[in-house]
Protein backbone atom coordinates (compact mmCIF):
# COMPACT_ATOMS: atom_id res chain seq x y z
CA UNK A 1 0.00 0.00 0.00
CA UNK A 2 1.13 3.59 -0.82
CA UNK A 3 0.71 6.95 -0.16
CA UNK A 4 1.25 9.48 -2.52
CA UNK A 5 1.71 12.65 -0.16
CA UNK A 6 3.58 14.80 -2.78
CA UNK A 7 2.48 17.79 -4.78
CA UNK A 8 1.98 16.41 -8.19
CA UNK A 9 4.65 18.60 -10.60
CA UNK A 10 5.87 15.22 -12.39
CA UNK A 11 3.44 14.79 -15.60
CA UNK A 12 5.02 11.54 -15.91
CA UNK A 13 3.26 10.54 -12.39
CA UNK A 14 -0.09 9.08 -14.46
CA UNK A 15 1.85 7.40 -17.00
CA UNK A 16 4.23 5.01 -14.01
CA UNK A 17 0.73 4.64 -12.88
CA UNK A 18 -0.79 3.46 -15.96
CA UNK A 19 2.54 1.37 -16.47
CA UNK A 20 2.29 -0.39 -13.27
CA UNK A 21 -1.16 -1.13 -13.68
CA UNK A 22 -0.53 -2.61 -17.24
CA UNK A 23 2.47 -4.84 -15.48
CA UNK A 24 4.62 -2.93 -17.11
CA UNK A 25 6.79 -0.65 -15.10
CA UNK A 26 8.97 -1.12 -13.18
CA UNK A 27 10.62 -3.58 -15.22
CA UNK A 28 10.91 -7.20 -13.55
CA UNK A 29 12.35 -5.84 -10.26
CA UNK A 30 11.78 -8.44 -7.48
CA UNK A 31 13.11 -8.77 -3.63
CA UNK A 32 14.43 -11.96 -2.19
CA UNK A 33 10.36 -12.53 -0.83
CA UNK A 34 9.20 -11.65 -4.35
CA UNK A 35 8.12 -8.07 -3.69
CA UNK A 36 8.05 -5.79 -6.24
CA UNK A 37 10.30 -2.47 -5.74
CA UNK A 38 8.77 0.16 -6.69
CA UNK A 39 10.07 3.90 -7.22
CA UNK A 40 10.32 5.74 -3.91
CA UNK A 41 9.38 8.80 -6.30
CA UNK A 42 5.72 7.15 -6.46
CA UNK A 43 4.68 7.81 -2.58
CA UNK A 44 5.41 6.54 0.95
CA UNK A 45 4.82 3.08 2.15
CA UNK A 46 2.25 2.45 4.79
CA UNK A 47 2.10 -0.90 5.57
CA UNK A 48 -2.23 -0.43 6.91
CA UNK A 49 -5.62 1.29 6.16
CA UNK A 50 -4.85 3.71 9.37
CA UNK A 51 -1.18 4.77 8.37
CA UNK A 52 -2.65 5.23 4.77
CA UNK A 53 -5.30 8.12 6.15
CA UNK A 54 -3.10 9.24 8.72
CA UNK A 55 -0.47 9.99 5.94
CA UNK A 56 -2.90 11.52 3.03
CA UNK A 57 -5.39 12.68 5.71
CA UNK A 58 -2.87 14.03 8.57
CA UNK A 59 -4.59 15.90 11.69
CA UNK A 60 -8.09 14.91 10.23
CA UNK A 61 -9.66 15.42 13.94
CA UNK A 62 -9.29 18.69 12.98
CA UNK A 63 -11.39 18.93 9.76
CA UNK A 64 -13.24 21.84 11.27
CA UNK A 65 -10.73 24.06 11.19
CA UNK A 66 -9.35 23.54 7.71
CA UNK A 67 -10.18 25.31 4.53
CA UNK A 68 -12.17 23.01 2.15
CA UNK A 69 -9.64 23.49 -0.16
CA UNK A 70 -6.97 20.95 2.35
CA UNK A 71 -9.98 18.46 1.48
CA UNK A 72 -10.71 18.75 -2.14
CA UNK A 73 -6.61 18.38 -2.62
CA UNK A 74 -6.58 14.88 -1.05
CA UNK A 75 -8.00 11.29 -2.32
CA UNK A 76 -7.97 7.61 -1.15
CA UNK A 77 -8.55 5.60 -4.26
CA UNK A 78 -9.33 2.02 -4.39
CA UNK A 79 -10.89 -0.24 -7.08
CA UNK A 80 -13.22 -2.17 -4.80
CA UNK A 81 -16.64 -0.23 -2.87
CA UNK A 82 -16.45 -2.31 -0.63
CA UNK A 83 -12.72 -1.01 0.95
CA UNK A 84 -14.11 2.48 -0.78
CA UNK A 85 -16.98 1.60 2.36
CA UNK A 86 -14.14 0.28 4.62
CA UNK A 87 -11.96 3.79 4.66
CA UNK A 88 -14.75 5.99 4.73
CA UNK A 89 -16.09 4.47 7.94
CA UNK A 90 -13.00 4.48 9.15
CA UNK A 91 -12.37 8.48 8.15
CA UNK A 92 -15.78 9.40 9.80
CA UNK A 93 -14.65 7.95 13.18
CA UNK A 94 -11.61 10.45 12.78
CA UNK A 95 -13.42 13.16 12.10
CA UNK A 96 -14.97 14.82 15.85
CA UNK A 97 -18.77 16.42 15.36
CA UNK A 98 -22.59 15.05 15.43
CA UNK A 99 -23.50 12.60 12.18
CA UNK A 100 -26.24 13.68 9.98
CA UNK A 101 -27.99 11.63 6.91
CA UNK A 102 -29.13 13.35 4.19
CA UNK A 103 -31.79 11.48 2.40
CA UNK A 104 -32.18 11.68 -1.27
CA UNK A 105 -35.02 11.75 -4.11
CA UNK A 106 -35.02 8.59 -6.38
CA UNK A 107 -37.37 10.45 -9.05
CA UNK A 108 -39.26 13.54 -8.78
CA UNK A 109 -43.12 12.96 -9.72
CA UNK A 110 -45.19 14.84 -11.85
CA UNK A 111 -48.51 16.53 -10.25
Same mark, same amino acid.
Given at each position: ??????????????????????????????? $?????? =????? +? #? %????????????????????????????????????????? $?????? =????? +? #? %?????????????
Amino acid at each position: MKAHIHVITDSDFPQQLLKIGDGIFPSPNLS $ENCDIL =LDELL +G #Q %IVHNLDNLIDAVYPDIKKLHEKDFHWLCSRAIVSPRNDTVN $EINNMI =LQKVS +G #Q %IKIYGYAVGLGRN
